[in-house]
């Protein structure tokens, strides 16, 4: 599986869209992008996930390159609750292993 | 909500010690996931299972074993604890394809 590059922190002021980059420059063609976060020490949750065309859900929003080597998740208004570990992940769905990286620590100041 | 239990949620229990950190979902997921995570830092996958009687092990050498003879359940166990083992351990599964991973709400071990 493509290893995914992300920064390590990012601020956002509450209310405003948080916009979370991902480098997966080794992506191969039949790599998804996932997005996770994990809230606290909670089981992270899945947000989203696309392939090559940009995916909307009521929870985000995930836009991916044309040439799929960079995504952006969006988090359109960003609440105090959002602040939390995220995580973007490349799997080949026939694959078995699912491994995270050091993800982006997003916090959401009022 | 996700379908996936584990338990005990919290284990307090001295060096030596044998315990089983317990993992069943009700999803029928194929797939299933054990990770290690310690306070602030990354998750680390430990052990994965793609069906019944499949186990390998994951990108963090680990002294727990797992078992997975039946689809729903994937108990993971420590033959004689230490204070080494002190961490969160979290437990996931997902569908064959294309389907998101579901976590549990982890299991917190403490060994004095």
């Known amino acids: 599986d493509a290893k995914t590059t992300q920064p390590p922190s990012m601020d956002c002021a509450e209310g405003r869209a948080a916009n979370l980059p991902c480098n997966h420059s080794?992506?191969?063609?039949?790599?998804?992008v996932y997005w996770y976060r994990q809230i606290h020490s909670q089981g992270p949750q899945y947000i989203i996930h696309?392939?090559?065309n940009n995916e909307t859900n009521e929870m985000a929003s995930l836009i991916i390159t044309e040439d799929r080597k960079s995504s952006t998740l969006i988090l359109p208004h960003a609440t105090l609750r959002d602040t939390a570990v995220y995580y973007c992940?490349?799997?080949?769905?026939?694959?078995?292993?699912?491994?995270f990286g050091g993800g982006t620590r997003l916090m959401v100041k009022p | 909500e996700a379908d996936i239990y584990q338990t005990p949620r919290y284990l307090v229990i001295g060096t030596g010690k044998k315990i089983t950190l317990e993992c069943s979902q009700t999803?029928?997921?194929?797939?299933m996931y054990w990770y290690q995570q310690d306070p602030g830092m990354e998750l680390h996958l430990i052990h994965y299972?793609?069906?019944?009687?499949?186990?390998e092990k994951g990108d963090l050498s680990s002294e727990s074993t797992v078992s997975r003879i039946r689809t729903e359940h994937f108990p993971l166990t420590l033959e004689s604890a230490r204070p080494s083992h002190t961490s969160q351990y979290l437990c996931?599964?997902?569908?064959?394809?294309?389907?998101?991973?579901?976590f549990g709400q982890g299991t917190r071990l403490t060994v004095v």
């Open positions: 996931a599964s997902s569908g064959f394809r294309n389907t998101e991973a579901f």
């Open positions: 080794t992506i191969s063609g039949n790599e998804y």
């Open positions: 696309g392939l090559k």
């Open positions: 992940i490349v799997q080949n769905n026939a694959g078995n292993m699912l491994t």
């Open positions: 999803m029928g997921h194929d797939k």
């Open positions: 299972s793609y069906g019944v009687n499949s186990t």
